[in-house]
């Protein structure tokens, strides 16, 4: 689908993107520091760049600069604790294309990794299929013989989590992780409750509980 490269010292939240990234198609490499951002990106192999701007021998903002002044126009998504409008300012007029503050959601991220690729490679399908089951990833709705039904923003990740590991079982914690993001509490029982409104609205025949093991989605 694509490749990504992460460019973030905090090992648990470059694993943690590394492993959704790869969930759901991606292939990822993680640099920690400046000087291996910049001479990866140069290389050309890569579609995307995740920048965190704390990097330990420069900040990001170098690294974008010397990107873009070395001509490479590789996309790039800021991804950062620093949440003030100036870092914002600064770093888009440096030439990032997008900018996310921790903490984040991984869903979100990944939709803006999508919006990014789609806007200079041939778009994916916008519509999931599983049977006869769709949700359109542009309208964020799901459709069903039966009716269409809108979507909020917690059942889209979820449903679209399902309908693209279709067939398998996805544990509690795998949903927890990819949904609600690295600071989710495991001892939480939010997934189950977004079962139960995901099935009030898409059938409950469709979502089966596999016991002892997680959720399926059947097609």
């Known amino acids: 689908m694509g490749r990504i490269l992460i ?23 993680v640099v ?12 050309g192999d890569f579609d995307l760049m995740v920048l965190d701007l ?20 590789l996309p790039i998504l800021i991804l950062t604790a620093r949440d003030g409008v100036h870092d914002t300012v600064t770093g888009l007029e440096a030439g990032a294309d997008d900018y996310m503050t921790k903490p984040f959601r991984f ?3 990944l939709a803006r990794i999508r919006l990014r690729m789609r ?3 041939s778009a994916e399908s916008t519509v999931l299929r599983a049977g006869d ?36 079982v996805l544990s509690r914690q795998q949903i927890l992780s990819h949904v609600w993001g690295y600071d989710y509490d495991p001892g939480s ?3 189950d409750v977004f079962i139960r409104a995901l099935r009030k609205k898409i059938g409950a025949h469709r979502i089966e509980t596999v016991r002892g093991m997680g959720y399926r989605l059947d097609g």
């Open 7 to 29: 460019a973030e010292d905090e090992e648990r939240i470059a694993s943690f993107v590394r492993k959704g990234l790869s969930a759901n198609g991606f292939t990822s490499t």
């Open 32 to 43: 920690d520091s400046a000087g291996a951002a910049v001479d990866y990106a140069l290389t």
């Open 54 to 73: 704390g990097l330990p021998d420069a900040d990001g903002f170098t690294v974008l600069r010397r990107l873009r002044e070395e001509g490479c126009r």
């Open 107 to 109: 869903e979100e991220l």
């Open 119 to 121: 806007s200079g490679h």
């Open 133 to 168: 089951l769709a949700l359109d990833l542009r309208t964020r709705r799901a459709s069903t013989p039966e009716a269409t039904v809108d979507l909020t923003a917690r059942e889209f990740a979820l449903l679209e989590l399902f309908l693209r590991h279709h067939g398998q």
């Open 189 to 191: 029982n939010v997934v």
